[in-house]
């Protein structure tokens, strides 16, 4: 089924350790997409991806930090957590302005 | 001012009833409009898409753009309880990375028996 996959589902992590959030998308959409959702201010967007080998930061990206090596994975990265980085993740993507955005099924993650 | 701004609710309407969500957006120059629903504890998941002026209808739910106004619309017509989530107003915005998909705080729907 065509679509993104996200892992790990959920995680609780110790404060000061790295996390790897994984996304991957079968779509071949060029544009992929990090947000952050909590309660009472919606979506964030973090950093994103126009194109495979290109970046940006969005809204929050402090403390984060995304590569984009192939068209298909967009992996973000928390060098080293912090409790304000306790939220769910959702990775998107999206085949151009016309089409909105497919969202995964998000990692909630705790900081603790 | 928010981008795009939505009365966070919660909005409760009856079953069978006719639902009305709002939602305002800044940049007069958008061209993109989208209505996500998303149930609690799950990503959003897209319902509509609007790009003119006037109605657009799918099934049960119409979505309405203003463009003068600067003002988009979701009806739900014969609510159902399944209808009860969280809908997300979402308006393609010009940033300095390019078009980017800017969303509102979202409307709680409450549909009650």
């Known amino acids: 089924i065509a679509g993104i996959t996200q892992a790990p589902t959920s995680q609780i992590l110790a404060a000061g350790r790295r996390m790897t959030l994984r996304c991957t998308q079968d779509m071949r959409h060029n544009a992929m997409y990090w947000y952050r959702q909590d309660l009472g201010l919606g979506l964030r967007l973090i950093h994103y991806?126009?194109?495979?080998?290109?970046?940006g930061k969005g809204e929050v990206p402090d403390g984060y930090s995304v590569s984009r090596a192939n068209t298909d994975d967009f992996p973000l990265t928390l060098a080293s957590a912090v409790p304000s980085q306790t939220s769910v993740y959702f990775c998107?993507?999206?085949?151009?302005?016309?089409?909105?955005?497919?969202f995964g099924s998000g990692t909630r993650l705790t900081v603790v | 001012q928010k981008e795009v701004e939505q009365n966070s609710g919660p909005l409760s309407v009856p079953e069978g009833a006719i639902a009305s969500l709002n939602c305002t957006y800044s940049d007069r120059v958008s061209q993109s409009f989208f209505w996500y629903r998303q149930y609690s504890g799950k990503s959003p998941e897209l319902i509509m898409s609007?790009?003119?002026?006037g109605d657009k209808e799918d099934g049960r739910f119409t979505a309405q753009l203003n463009k003068a106004s600067q003002y988009v619309s979701l009806l739900i017509r014969d609510s159902q309880p399944s209808d009860s989530a969280t809908y997300l107003c979402a308006v393609y915005i010009l940033t300095g990375g390019g078009n980017k998909l800017t969303f509102g705080t979202g409307t709680q729907l409450k549909v009650e028996l």
């Open positions: 998107a993507s999206s085949d151009g302005p016309n089409y909105g955005y497919t």
């Open positions: 609007i790009y003119s002026n």
């Open positions: 991806s126009n194109t495979a080998g290109t970046t």
